[in-house]
């Protein structure tokens, strides 16, 4: 299987999620370095420093978004693509003989079943990507929207003219969208959430309590009066911006503080490392994915940032953050393209709908401001000094295996943690990059430590371990299928 792949893409530029003010960068002219007669007094050397690195901002400019052109033409590809699965099933049931295909009748409607699937699912993908059509740098429509999704549209087309071809890979990746929804969007990944979620939860909560402004989850019964459904549509709308903005400022498996390691019940109350104070804690998610978590966090009363890198997840969620109406307004069907493991046809076949919850109706309990997401990696944003000492928590979910050096994690999760700051990490140690040299020609650093060396190197950076289990997680599972993927979660606070 292909879980939680590492991302390629990268965002060297626009760390922040902020085209517009990149675009602006990159175009604008050297600083003036006369003085008050008008005497230009930039040495050789300065000048030359300063158009190199123009040069270097312009193309990673255009190489930010030929990357997300490229996963946007992978997105429109994808009916292409699944029914070319459909089409493998039908070629292979068409090499039986009479004879075996008389013992196996219904498989012809489930082909068209399968057709059905794949095109509820395209749907979905095509109101997605159609989302960013027009949302080109400078043009009207673009104005409030995500600025680090402008030009996607404009950027996949020009590839599709040129001949572009989607890898297998890529064709994974798209799929790999439709499960995360599950996981974070869904009734079905309820459960999933519950076994990695609830402990990040309920440990923040226990260690950095947002005082005062933490309120019950919403009733499941939905939204029924029109005066209810547009303040959810208002309240989504401030979801929104909050949500697409990127952060422009800015600290581990546990405390910042040097010491040895202790242990406390997860029942313990662990507030005594901050001080209190008025404002609400500053979080921030890191591989926050399609968002449900940092949502879940914001309408906690936390001032909750979720950084992610991939291209993939920073579309789907600016979408469904931003474009849902209604509970269950979209129907997927994630587990088609599954025909392995499978217990029953309709197994394989069945229809998720999404979302569970909308974020309006999680937006009425977040109060303006606490929410936002920050594109680019990890490293490069939040790495810089502008960065030091800016974090109350970080939240490594799922999040520790997906660094080529699981040690620069740790240093930068230190520099942006105050004094006193917490790190909750709940996930495995399955580093993505290990077996990199299978599938790319370039030299990938991947350093695989133990979950005992990687809290021995915590502690040396002054990390001190309030509390470590382990508890057995899913990710993105099929909870029908015959095989599950279970992974024994690494619980840290």
């Known amino acids: 299987p292909l879980p939680r792949a ?48 123009q040069r270097q901002r312009d193309l990673d400019y255009e190489d930010e978004r ?31 003989s009479e004879a075996h295909k008389a013992l196996i009748p219904h498989e012809r409607e ?61 064709e994974d ?24 979620y609830r402990y990040v939860i309920d440990a923040l909560r226990r260690s950095c309590p947002a005082q005062g402004r933490a309120t019950p989850p919403p009733d499941d019964k939905p939204t029924t009066s029109s005066a209810k459904a547009t303040t959810s549509a208002e309240a989504s709308s401030e979801l929104v911006a909050a949500a697409s903005a990127a952060a422009a400022s800015g600290g581990n498996a546990a405390t910042n503080n040097a010491g040895p390691a202790t242990s406390t019940p997860p029942s313990a109350p662990m507030d005594h490392h901050l001080e209190h104070r008025a404002e609400p804690p500053r979080c921030v998610v890191a591989g926050a994915g399609l968002g449900r978590l940092c949502c879940e966090l914001a309408a906690l009363g936390y001032d909750a940032q979720g950084n992610e890198h991939s291209y993939y997840m920073l579309l789907t969620s600016s979408f469904v953050l931003n474009h849902t109406q209604r509970r269950h307004q979209w129907r997927i069907h994630p587990w088609a393209h599954q025909s392995c493991n499978v217990a029953r046809d309709s197994d394989q076949l069945r229809c ?67 004094v006193g700051g ?30 005992e060396t990687m ?25 029908h299928s015959m095989m599950q993927t279970i992974y024994n979660c690494s619980s840290s606070t």
């Open 352 to 418: 998720v709908t999404i979302p569970d919850v909308t974020p309006g109706e999680l937006a009425c309990r977040v109060s303006p401001g606490l929410l936002s997401m920050c594109a680019g990696d990890f490293v490069e944003v939040y790495g810089v000094p502008e960065q030091a000492g800016a974090y109350d928590a970080v939240i490594t979910c799922f999040f520790m295996d997906t660094a080529h050096n699981v040690l620069e994690y740790l240093e930068v999760i230190r520099h942006m943690l105050k």
């Open 422 to 451: 917490i790190w909750i990490n709940h996930g495995p140690l399955l580093y993505h990059w290990a077996d990199a040299f299978q599938y790319l020609s370039t030299d990938e650093l991947s350093i695989e430590i133990s979950l």
């Open 173 to 196: 990746k798209v799929k790999y969208v439709l499960k995360n929804l599950v996981r974070d969007w869904s009734e079905e990944g309820k459960n999933e959430r519950e076994r990695s």
């Open 6 to 53: 590492p991302q390629r893409q990268t965002t060297k530029t626009v760390v922040r999620g902020d085209r517009d003010a990149a675009n602006n960068a990159a175009s604008s002219e050297p600083e003036d370095s006369s003085d008050d007669d008008g005497n230009n007094n930039a040495t050789p050397s300065q000048t030359s420093s300063e158009e190199r690195n």
């Open 110 to 170: 489930k082909h068209a079943a399968m057709r059905s699937a794949v095109d509820a699912n395209a749907r979905f993908f095509d109101e997605l990507v159609n989302t960013f059509r027009d949302m080109n740098e400078g043009s009207p429509e673009s104005h409030g929207r995500p600025s680090h999704l402008v030009g996607g549209e404009e950027e996949a087309r020009k590839l599709e003219h040129s001949g572009y071809q989607i890898r297998g890979v890529d």
């Open 66 to 96: 030929n990357a997300l052109g490229k996963i946007v033409a992978n997105i429109r590809a994808y009916r292409g693509f699944g029914m070319d699965d459909v089409r493998r099933v039908e070629y292979h049931y068409g090499r039986l």
């Open 455 to 479: 809290h021995a190197a915590a502690q040396k950076l002054g990390f001190e371990c309030l509390h470590q289990e382990m508890a057995v997680s899913p990710y993105t599972s099929n909870v």
